[in-house]
């Protein structure tokens, strides 16, 4: 019972709240009447809500009858105005600026008909009222003839802004004012309008001068230079010394966005050492000992003082950029480093938080003297706060860039070996983000250590980043940061210099994330491989992942089933057909599998759409096509670039080779030639003669086509035990048709010039950055490849010296 009067005590408020019958009477408009009638009814002896909905809808009236509106509703508007509510004020200045915009009339007619409501509403007690007036007056102003704004709105002002008038209407005629100057000409605005400008910047009222002190800007531009110099500046400098902080505040924001219309850049010695020492002072507010407290001051005075102080600084330090273009930035090492290294050793976060997003543009100015800032990059990245860290990682691989080709150090091929801690600085930046709950820096500074392969060596990135971003991938918790750790990863595979390196990185790849204990890391492999397929060719995509993916299909765990058969579309748009059929066929069969004895109901239900999607899906053929030419263009500069790191690695190889040769030949040589060496200590496998002239050329040939038949033999390892019929996918996969490179076709003409048992039955078919038998260190071959005297490294070296020995018998 309780309760059920409780619910009757809340139904009261509703009832009341009903109309009575003899409301709703009074609220009935007889359906014959027109538009025009209705709304004179409305407007007579209707409602408050009706006279709003009225005026509201003024505009749509004066559309569709407009002389009857002007001739009977208009009158009645005017009359309802003066005791209207607050709400039907607003409602009729919306309705009046709207009817303006839609042009539905002259302005002749508008400003004969509406003006004068407007311009009578000006100073409403309220101040939504008086602004919202206002605003369509303003808007007027922009439209009315000049003879009409000089009698009906400039003329009255005059009266309007002097003192005995209330302080509302003098900020009215301020905001005024500062329109009207662009409707008259100079001569008009110089003998009607500044004088009133003057009177108003003198107000005894601080809100009166701040007002005027902003619409400055505006006469200033309708008044030109030479007029602003001699009267609006003056009266400027003179509200930037005012009693009231709002009215200087307002005077220096006006003076800065004058700054255009003046010849700034011209600045005697005297005024740029003034103004250049002024900004170096401000950069140290508060934090010099002349700027201490004083013993009066209670703590919330300090603090707030303080807060100030830091707000001046995190300001220069905003204004810093602009400060390089004043001084000019090859003077920036006398004039502004001094204060640039203050700010970044700032003792306040939002001041170093400031200059670390300017560092990039900062690095930009610099341009060749980029080196010059080298510590303080250093500092920031190892700032305690990570929202100073955040800030500076945004641009942070275009800083690394200008500075690894800027400066004075610039020859040294982008490594930045002038800084050595860098690598120290940018390792412990991830650990204290890692160490964090700000996953989302950890992420977006493992997105940006991607440009690490432009910046510092291939052996640096192995060492010190790529093995962490194994551990990030294994141990982390928070996806965004593991999925950024393996595309960073993948991009510092793609750019590794060493084979031996690269291989390694895959076999971990494949036996701790692909063949993991978790059913975690089986789906970090998953999202690896998608970038590889995004960030390496094709070719190398099947020939290292391709049979590792799709064994997954027999993964026991759901989630990783399913993640795979969303990802085998990108898995089948890998495969070059022909070359790649017998990868398609295995495809199929694994996707077939799958349908057959999928138990689980969800995967099941993805096979099944994921079939249709492979269905759809158009091959990529050995062969450019035009649809897929573009992607197909993408796929062979991959592919080159792939090449091309092996030739530069093997190219390495042969010069630290020769370097090592030519040292051992010139120790032997110096023995030689000393007679206090016996003959008995020179070492007997090197022979005692030198080569003729007419020899050399041929032997220098003979040595490198023998260099690069093993670095071929070197390629041809075995990649996996496990996998070690991805050798025999490999050797029947075909690239997409491209020009093959230099020391390709030098290989195979060597390779047809030297043996008959070397030559290869289709040398264009495999890129020769992918070989047959990749090298990882746990592979075993088959009987087939050890037969095969074209797979065989270790044979390669003895027929070839017979050549050569044959040939210099032969001269």
Not at 374 to 387: A, G, M, W, Y
Not at 497 to 515: A, C
Request: hydrophobic share 35%.
């Amino acid at each position: 019972m309780e309760d059920l009067q409780e619910l009757t005590i809340i139904e009261r408020p509703v009832r009341r709240s009903l109309k009575t019958p003899e409301e709703i009477e009074r609220l009935t408009v007889d359906e014959d009447l027109s538009d025009i009638d209705r709304a004179v009814y409305l407007l007579s002896a209707g409602q408050d809500i009706q006279g709003t909905s009225v005026i509201a809808n003024l505009p749509i009236l004066m559309r569709q009858n407009p002389t009857e509106t002007l001739r009977r509703v208009l009158p009645k508007v005017r009359e309802v105005l003066h005791v209207a509510s607050v709400e039907m004020q607003l409602t009729a200045a919306v309705s009046f600026l709207t009817i303006l915009q839609e042009e539905s009339m002259s302005v002749h007619t508008y400003a004969h008909s509406f003006l004068q409501i407007i311009l009578l509403h000006l100073e409403h007690r309220d101040t939504g009222v008086s602004n919202a007036w206002l605003e369509t007056l303003l808007s007027a102003i922009e439209l009315l003839p000049k003879e009409t704004l000089r009698h009906e709105i400039l003329n009255p002002l005059v009266s309007k802004a002097q003192l005995s008038q209330t302080v509302q209407s003098r900020l009215v005629s301020c905001k005024i004012l500062g329109k009207l100057t662009n409707k008259f000409d100079t001569h008009s605005i110089k003998r009607e309008i500044l004088p009133l400008v003057k009177s108003l910047c003198q107000d005894v009222e601080y809100e009166v001068r701040s007002c005027m002190c902003r619409q400055l800007e505006n006469i200033a531009q309708g008044i030109g230079t030479e007029l602003t110099k001699s009267v609006v500046l003056p009266e400027l400098i003179e509200l930037s010394r005012d009693e009231s902080g709002s009215v200087r505040l307002a005077a220096f924001e006006t003076l800065v966005n004058m700054l255009d219309m003046f010849d700034t850049g011209i600045f005697t010695p005297d005024q740029h050492l003034r103004f250049l020492e002024f900004y170096k002072k401000l950069c140290t507010l508060g934090l010099q000992q002349e700027n201490g407290h004083s013993e009066n001051q209670i703590p919330s005075q300090i603090v707030e003082q303080e807060k100030k102080y830091t707000s001046v600084r995190k300001n220069c330090a905003y204004n810093f950029p602009a400060m390089i273009v004043f001084v000019d930035p090859k003077n920036f090492h006398m004039e502004l480093y001094s204060t640039f290294f203050c700010l970044c050793h700032d003792p306040e976060v939002p001041v170093r938080y400031t200059i670390a997003i300017c560092f990039y543009e900062v690095s930009k100015l610099l341009n060749s003297g980029v080196y010059l800032i080298h510590k303080e990059l250093i500092t920031l990245l190892q700032d305690e706060s990570l929202e100073v860290l955040d800030a500076l990682i945004n641009h942070l691989p275009e800083i690394l860039e200008l500075m690894s080709i800027g400066g004075e150090n610039s020859i040294q091929e982008n490594k930045l070996s002038s800084l050595p801690d860098l690598i120290p600085a940018l390792t412990a930046a991830e650990q204290r983000a890692a160490s964090s709950l700000k996953w989302r820096t950890h992420e977006k500074l493992l997105q940006k250590y991607a440009c690490l392969p432009h910046i510092i060596s291939s052996d640096q990135i192995y060492y010190r980043f790529l093995q962490r971003m194994f551990t990030i991938m294994m141990t982390n918790n928070v996806l965004p940061v593991q999925r950024a750790a393996a595309r960073t990863l993948c991009v510092f595979l793609r750019y590794n210099r060493r084979q031996e390196q690269r291989h390694e990185v895959i076999q971990k790849l494949i036996e701790q994330l692909g063949q993991g204990k978790s059913y975690w890391n089986r789906l970090r492999f998953l999202d690896t491989c998608e970038f590889i397929i995004e960030i390496f060719s094709k070719s190398f995509f099947c020939k290292y992942f391709f049979l590792p993916v799709i064994e997954l299909t027999h993964d026991p765990v759901a989630n990783v089933r399913m993640k795979l058969c969303y990802m085998l579309p990108k898995v089948k748009s890998a495969l070059k057909i022909p070359a790649d059929m017998h990868l398609l066929q295995q495809l199929e069969m694994c996707v077939r599998k799958l349908l057959c004895q999928e138990k689980d109901k969800d995967v099941l239900a993805i096979v099944k759409k994921t079939v249709l999607e492979l269905d759809r899906m158009e091959m990529s053929m050995d062969v450019f096509q035009k649809k897929n030419y573009e992607k197909d263009l993408l796929d062979q500069e991959k592919e080159r670039e792939e090449l091309l790191f092996l030739e530069m690695e093997q190219l390495e190889k042969e010069k630290h080779q020769n370097e090592g040769r030519s040292s051992s030949e010139k120790s032997f040589e110096k023995k030689r030639r000393d007679p206090r060496t016996p003959a008995q200590s020179l070492p007997k496998n090197i022979p005692v003669s030198v080569p003729g002239p007419s020899s050399t050329p041929s032997t220098s040939k003979e040595i490198k086509k023998s260099k690069l038949i093993r670095s071929q033999s070197f390629n041809n390892q075995a990649f996996h035990a496990k996998y070690g019929n991805l050798d025999k996918c490999a050797s029947k996969s075909s690239t997409l048709a491209h020009t093959p490179s230099v020391s390709g076709l030098v290989r195979t003409a060597m390779l047809s010039l030297t043996d008959d048992s070397f030559r290869t039955r289709n040398t264009s078919s495999v890129p020769a950055s992918f070989s047959p038998n990749p090298v990882l260190p746990s592979t075993s071959r088959g009987t087939g490849n050890t037969a095969d005297p074209k797979s065989s490294g270790g044979k390669d070296v003895q027929p070839r010296k017979a050549t050569l020995k044959s040939r210099k018998s032969n001269p």
